[in-house]
């Protein structure tokens, strides 16, 4: 949230901004035919646009931090899915050398079978987290609103 008084092109804190919008959402009242009441428009655009650029450089910040834990987290994600995928592998691998070394070919195929299937696992979950780790930049504007603030 961010407020800004319209009079003195004064921003609010964040703090203060949230705790006037949840004020007024409890106990505020509907003004009817509210945009007749306003004589300078241009004022009214020009305090939005400032208060706009202030949410959009506040969102940056919180954006880069957010980025930076998220491309973190899909790392591990990742890595661990790699470790286990191996670990499957290998197990796999040796389980399949000694159904040859035995002559067990009968249950080769199916061997074969869960080592592709452990590598189409792993390759959905990659593709999973890559998905995860596009994070949308993107700012849009929910809502902005005029308030009279009566004495």
């Given at each position: 949230y961010q407020v800004i008084n319209c009079q003195t092109n004064q921003l609010w804190d964040a703090?203060?901004?949230?705790?006037?919008?949840?004020?007024l959402a409890r106990q505020g009242q509907l003004q009817p035919n509210a945009a007749s009441l306003i004589q300078d428009w241009d004022s009214i655009f020009a305090a939005l646009s400032q208060a706009d650029e202030t949410l959009e450089e506040q969102c940056f910040d919180s954006f880069e931090s957010f980025q930076a834990e998220n491309q973190n987290r899909c790392k591990v994600q990742e890595r661990n899915a790699k470790d286990f995928a191996q670990r499957r592998r290998n197990s796999l691998q040796e389980r399949l050398e000694r159904f040859q070394a035995q002559g067990q070919t009968q249950i080769i195929p199916a061997t074969q079978g869960q080592i592709a299937k452990v590598e189409r696992e792993l390759s959905l979950r990659l593709k999973k987290i890559e998905q995860h780790s596009q994070v949308d930049d993107r700012m849009e504007q929910l809502a902005a609103g005029l308030v009279w603030v009566e004495p």
């Amino acid at each position: 949230y961010q407020v800004i008084n319209c009079q003195t092109n004064q921003l609010w804190d964040a703090q203060s901004s949230e705790a006037l919008i949840n004020q007024l959402a409890r106990q505020g009242q509907l003004q009817p035919n509210a945009a007749s009441l306003i004589q300078d428009w241009d004022s009214i655009f020009a305090a939005l646009s400032q208060a706009d650029e202030t949410l959009e450089e506040q969102c940056f910040d919180s954006f880069e931090s957010f980025q930076a834990e998220n491309q973190n987290r899909c790392k591990v994600q990742e890595r661990n899915a790699k470790d286990f995928a191996q670990r499957r592998r290998n197990s796999l691998q040796e389980r399949l050398e000694r159904f040859q070394a035995q002559g067990q070919t009968q249950i080769i195929p199916a061997t074969q079978g869960q080592i592709a299937k452990v590598e189409r696992e792993l390759s959905l979950r990659l593709k999973k987290i890559e998905q995860h780790s596009q994070v949308d930049d993107r700012m849009e504007q929910l809502a902005a609103g005029l308030v009279w603030v009566e004495p």
